[in-house]
């Protein structure tokens, strides 16, 4: 179950490099789009959730919504964090 977990959660994280870049490099558009899309994939999580019916179908969609809120809110933190810094 957990190697499920951890193949799931890294491919709904796997944005290439984009987790992995400098906060000082990104823009404040950049960061929006981010954030949108994170919130995107999070509110399709959630519809996915609310229709998985067969057991191993809601684990994996329990799974995909926590992955995919983890994100929306990684993101959410590094614009708060951008906005925060004097320029």
């Keep these: 179950m957990s190697e499920r977990f951890w193949e799931?959660?890294?491919?709904?994280l796997d944005d290439g490099?984009?987790?992995l870049s400098d906060p000082q490099e990104e823009t404040r558009e950049d960061l929006a789009l981010k954030v949108n899309a994170a919130?995107?994939?999070w509110l399709d999580a959630l519809s996915y959730f609310?229709?998985?019916v067969e057991p191993e179908l809601v684990d994996?969609?329990?799974i995909s919504l926590e992955a995919?809120?983890?994100k929306y809110m990684y993101w959410l933190k590094?614009?708060?964090n951008f906005q925060?810094?004097?320029e």
């Design 50 to 52: 609310n229709q998985a």
């Design 60 to 62: 994996h969609a329990i």
């Design 39 to 41: 919130k995107q994939e």
């Design 78 to 80: 590094q614009m708060k």
């Design 8 to 12: 799931a959660a890294g491919r709904l």
């Design 68 to 70: 995919a809120e983890r």
């Design 84 to 86: 925060e810094q004097p």
């Design 17 to 19: 490099d984009e987790i």
